[in-house]
């Protein structure tokens, strides 16, 4: 599991845009490195077995890639992603299902 500290110091890197991350519904938080200037989303869909995606806008020109049929499959609560998005909109209603891809919104055409 991941601190605090390793979260904040991870979306420093995203708003930064030095580097992206894949979340995955274990915990693991890895790097995930550009395809070049952007991502290749075909990439992303088979990596973290997406049929379709949903970008979920965050502030600070953060976005999260996640699987729009995650509820449907019945994917497993993504805790990490969860967090985020729920203190990014101070709204702990919702949560995300599966992995999820972070980076900085320029990453994703």
Same mark, same amino acid.
Do not use: A, H, M, W
């Given at each position: 599991m991941q601190t605090k500290t390793d979260i904040i110091g991870m979306l420093n890197m995203v708003v930064s845009n030095e580097k992206? +991350?894949? #979340? @995955?519904? &274990?915990? &693991?938080? @890895?790097?995930? $490195? +550009? &395809?070049?200037?952007?991502? =290749? *989303?075909? $990439?992303? $869909? &088979?990596?973290? %077995? +997406?049929?379709? *995606?949903? #970008?979920?806008?965050?502030? %600070? =020109?953060i976005i999260m890639i996640v699987d729009e049929e995650g509820l449907l499959r019945s994917k497993p609560y993504n805790f990490v992603a969860s967090l985020i998005y729920q203190a990014a909109y101070n709204d702990k209603s919702l949560g995300i299902v599966g992995d999820a891809i972070l980076c900085h919104t320029s990453r994703v055409k």
């Open positions: 992206g +991350f894949r #979340l @995955s519904v &274990d915990g &693991d938080i @890895s790097e995930y $490195k +550009f &395809d070049g200037e952007t991502y =290749d *989303i075909q $990439k992303i $869909k &088979d990596l973290c %077995n +997406f049929d379709y *995606i949903e #970008l979920v806008y965050l502030p %600070n =020109d």
